[in-house]
């Protein structure tokens, strides 16, 4: 799953394309596609710790143009856009038709109603308060065991709502310490009982690169490991700014005679 930042403000300056211009945003789709990417995921409100959001209307003067673009040039290609306003999700199926909600903020009931009557794919995201004031959010007396909590409530909401598909995202870098994302990854394989796909968002995140005292232009090297270890655990979905070196880190998965993924 490609990332496609169409924001001015993501925690990685390398991913933005707002202002970018088109020839840039058609550049960066392309260069994307051909790398292998599977999913483009578009998000155009920056959901990074301590931001704010941009109103409805902006998100969505970011996101039409993009996606008329890519319905119009690649009708075929899985779209996946990052949101947590259910307007949002009903103007995108407007204008688009189906696609994967990549709901961060962990689902409401206006959000499940609107995915439901849809039938779209939901993304289920852990996290924690809001962007703003989620990293202060960080205690748990068992992280695995409330994270499991957390997605049997999202099974069940799931199943109430009519949402057939949905996708487990054990939300890397949001509400979570460092050694806490740590302690998360090495043993998200117990996610795998609910039989749903488990995406990975690792790509050049805080946990990798400030330990090292390094920058997320420099934290490409970490990422891949970080995505092989993910692999290893049981991740079916890779979420990745960087395509090509994903994909390489899954031919070194395959190559060690394990299954494939997205």
């Known amino acids: 799953m490609g990332i496609v930042n169409l924001t001015d403000d993501s925690f990685y300056e390398g991913s933005r394309l707002l202002g970018a211009g088109a020839a840039a945003f058609m550049e960066r789709i ?3 596609i ?25 998100e969505w ?6 996606l008329k673009f890519l319905v ?7 779209l996946s856009v990052d949101t ?3 307007g949002i999700v009903s103007r995108v199926f407007d204008l688009a038709g189906p696609f994967i909600v ?21 993304m289920a995201m852990h996290t924690r308060g809001t962007p703003k004031d989620m990293q202060s959010l960080t205690d748990y007396d068992d992280l695995l065991s409330e994270i499991r909590s957390f997605f049997m409530n999202i099974s069940s909401a799931a199943e109430a709502h009519g949402v ?21 990854l090495c043993g998200m394989q117990v996610f795998k009982e609910f039989g749903r796909p488990i995406l990975a968002g690792l790509s050049r995140k805080s946990f990798l690169y400030k330990p090292l005292g390094i920058t997320p232009s420099e934290a490409l090297p970490a990422t891949c490991a970080a995505n092989l270890l993910a692999l290893q655990n049981g991740a079916d979905i890779l979420r990745v700014h960087d395509v090509a070196a994903a994909r390489q880190t899954v031919e070194v998965f395959l190559n060690a005679g394990t299954s494939g993924t997205e």
């Not at 003067?61 to 993009?66: G, M």
């Not at 409401?108 to 939901?122: A, D, F, I, Q, T």
């Not at 939300?171 to 302690?183: D, R, Y």
């Open 61 to 66: 003067a970011r996101l039409a143009p993009a």
């Open 164 to 184: 057939k598909e949905w996708i487990l995202d054990p939300g890397f870098g949001f509400a979570k310490t460092v050694s806490q994302n740590w302690q998360l």
């Open 72 to 78: 119009s040039e690649h009708p075929c290609l899985r």
């Open 34 to 58: 051909s790398e292998g990417a599977d999913i483009l995921d578009l998000g155009a409100c920056s959901t990074r710790p301590g931001s704010d959001p941009v109103s409805e209307e902006e």
């Open 84 to 86: 947590f306003r259910p």
């Open 30 to 32: 392309g260069a994307m």
């Open 102 to 122: 990549n709901d961060v903020s962990g689902g409401s009931e206006e959000m499940w109603s609107v995915v439901g009557k849809l039938g779209l794919p939901y």
